[in-house]
């Protein structure tokens, strides 16, 4: 372990216990992380959610609070449960917060870039990793749900005001 360094949280089987965001602005655009292509890093290149691993005591809530924090700068105040993913090398916390920042706004801590995506379009890029894909389309389909049921009254993010 290195010093001055929290562990990760590991399940019996060794997997990792991670969680992260769909972050979901006012126009309906998700912001993504473009992922670095330094040596030993998982998903170089590709486009993301951020997010990252659970320190001990952690909740998943809190560590994607955390997480974001410390990526790009933002103080996710509104947010719910979107689903929990059972990887084979991770156990994915993915959640659903409001964020209502301009990209000039954030500070890119870890990464190559950050952008804004159309939801359609993040589900049909090549360079998009699964869980970000599977993430949005699982948001998607709580819009569906949402507009089906006729609940336009309700928030699809608590306390976000969308």
Do not use: C, N
């Amino acid at each position: 372990m290195t010093p001055g360094v929290e562990p990760d949280v590991r399940l019996p089987d060794g997997r990792r216990v991670v969680a992260g965001a769909v972050l979901l602005h006012p126009d309906g655009r998700v912001l993504l992380q473009l992922r670095d292509d330094k040596p030993g890093i998982v998903s170089p290149g590709e486009w993301s959610l951020f997010g990252g691993g659970l320190d001990v005591g952690e909740t998943p809530a809190e560590g994607m609070r955390r997480e974001i924090a410390e990526e790009i700068g933002f103080h996710v105040r509104h947010f719910r449960p979107l689903l929990v993913y059972e990887g084979w090398r991770a156990q994915f916390h993915i959640f659903l917060a409001a964020i209502d920042a301009a990209t000039e706004e954030l500070v890119l801590a870890e990464g190559a870039g950050l952008d804004y995506w159309e939801p359609a379009d993040v589900v049909v890029l090549a360079r998009v990793t699964s869980i970000a894909r599977l993430s949005v389309v699982a948001m998607q389909e709580l819009e569906r749900q949402r507009a089906e049921a006729g609940s336009e009254d309700r928030e699809l993010v608590p306390g976000a005001g969308y």
